[in-house]
């Protein structure tokens, strides 16, 4: 059984910095991709950055580059989501994802919530201006 627990949301204001983090635990082999997806009200959930766990390929989505810096620890069971220059923008729920595959799924248009296997319960970020 795949759990992911995110934990590290809260409220900042424009400009400053916030780190996520998602314990990940039971997948069945190391294929992995984790990485962490938002959704804001009324919005549909977008991909925001992704991670391989064998050779630590990434995926950042255009709006997040250069701000976000997504990360594995050693024993490659959390992702971390350094996020900072914040803007009211990135205000959402973000959700922790797996999808049990290669690195192929890092790239524009297959880096998509469709092809999670697995979703965390979510983290809020707040961003006021």
């Known amino acids: 059984q795949v759990r992911l627990v995110e934990s590290g949301g809260g409220s900042v204001q424009a400009g400053g910095s916030l780190r996520l983090s998602c314990a990940a635990s039971?997948?069945?082999?190391?294929?992995?991709?984790l990485g962490w997806f938002r959704q804001g009200p009324g919005t549909s959930r977008e991909p925001v950055a992704g991670?391989?766990?064998?050779?630590?390929?990434?995926y950042y989505a255009d709006s997040v580059k250069g701000r976000f810096t997504i990360s594995l620890s050693n024993d490659k069971h959390t992702v971390y989501l350094e996020m900072s220059n914040l803007e009211p923008e990135d205000s959402a729920m973000y959700y922790c994802?797996?999808?049990?595959?290669?690195?192929?799924?890092?790239?524009?248009?297959?880096?998509?919530?469709?092809?999670?296997?697995?979703w965390g319960q979510g983290t809020q970020v707040a961003v006021s201006s």
């Open positions: 994802a797996a999808i049990m595959g290669g690195g192929a799924f890092l790239t524009d248009g297959r880096f998509t919530p469709a092809v999670v296997d697995y």
């Open positions: 039971g997948y069945p082999y190391d294929s992995v991709c």
């Open positions: 991670i391989y766990t064998i050779d630590f390929s990434t």
